[in-house]
């Protein structure tokens, strides 16, 4: 008698990001498949504030690659995106340090694992099964 086939973990995935460009989109499609969810933080902490707009964003286009792929690459709505704004701070940046963008992300979680990942970080298709299988 075989056993009944357990549930994949629903994992949702966190991403703090300032000026990711190009790497974002290539992190958001190599996890897409494999998660949940995805929210993605961008913006700066005061700290950041000569690496970021006057009005706490990225310098580069990530903001707007974000919402590109939303529109275009997320079928499933499994990708949102929060910015300081969206959480309450209306110039623009996040208050202290990178710990209020984590918080952003782990108390919009819904699944069952939350998992980190820096806006440059990418996985093998091969290596996520791996590790989704051991979860």
Same mark, same amino acid.
């Given at each position: 008698?075989?056993?009944?086939?357990?549930? %994949? /973990?629903?994992?949702?995935?966190?991403?703090?990001?300032?000026?990711?460009? /190009?790497?974002?989109?290539?992190?958001?499609?190599?996890?897409?498949?494999?998660?949940?969810?995805?929210?993605?933080?961008?913006?700066?902490?005061?700290?950041?504030?000569?690496?970021?707009?006057?009005?706490?964003?990225?310098?580069? %286009?990530?903001?707007?690659?974000?919402?590109?792929?939303? %529109?275009?690459?997320? /079928?499933?709505?499994?990708?949102?995106?929060?910015?300081?704004?969206?959480?309450?701070?209306?110039?623009?940046?996040?208050?202290?340090?990178?710990?209020?963008?984590?918080?952003?992300? %782990?108390?919009?979680?819904?699944?069952?694992?939350?998992?980190?990942?820096?806006?440059?970080?990418?996985?093998?298709?091969?290596?996520?099964?791996?590790?989704?299988?051991?979860?």
């Amino acid at each position: 008698m075989m056993a009944p086939a357990r549930a %994949a /973990p629903r994992v949702t995935f966190g991403i703090i990001v300032l000026n990711g460009e /190009p790497f974002i989109r290539y992190t958001l499609r190599s996890l897409y498949p494999f998660a949940h969810e995805i929210i993605v933080v961008e913006g700066a902490a005061p700290g950041a504030r000569n690496i970021a707009t006057p009005d706490g964003h990225s310098r580069d %286009a990530t903001l707007e690659t974000l919402r590109r792929f939303k %529109a275009d690459e997320d /079928p499933d709505g499994k990708v949102t995106i929060v910015t300081a704004e969206d959480d309450g701070h209306p110039n623009g940046f996040w208050p202290g340090e990178k710990d209020q963008q984590s918080q952003a992300y %782990a108390h919009r979680a819904t699944g069952d694992y939350l998992w980190q990942v820096d806006s440059d970080e990418f996985y093998l298709a091969a290596d996520m099964e791996r590790i989704l299988g051991m979860l």
